[in-house]
């Protein structure tokens, strides 16, 4: 499954916060959006809101952007 995504970055605390009105994902991240570490950390975020291991979430678009969409392989 596909799942679309609104990232805010440098923010307290890891977590999917809900959904937007587009119907993405809203996932707030403490990693600052440099070297990947934010995707990174969205990854694990996502897996462990979906119950999948982390190799299961896949970045499709958006590395640069805070719009992203994200591949959940096995749901």
Known sequence: MEVNVKVIPRSS????IGEMADGALKVKLAAVPEKGKANQELCEVLARHFGVPERDVELVAGA?????????HGR
Do not use: A, L
């Not at 605390?13 to 999917?16: F, H, T």
């Not at 640069?64 to 959940?72: A, L």
């Open 64 to 72: 640069t952007s805070t719009r992203k969409r994200v591949r959940i």
């Open 13 to 16: 605390k890891s977590e999917v």
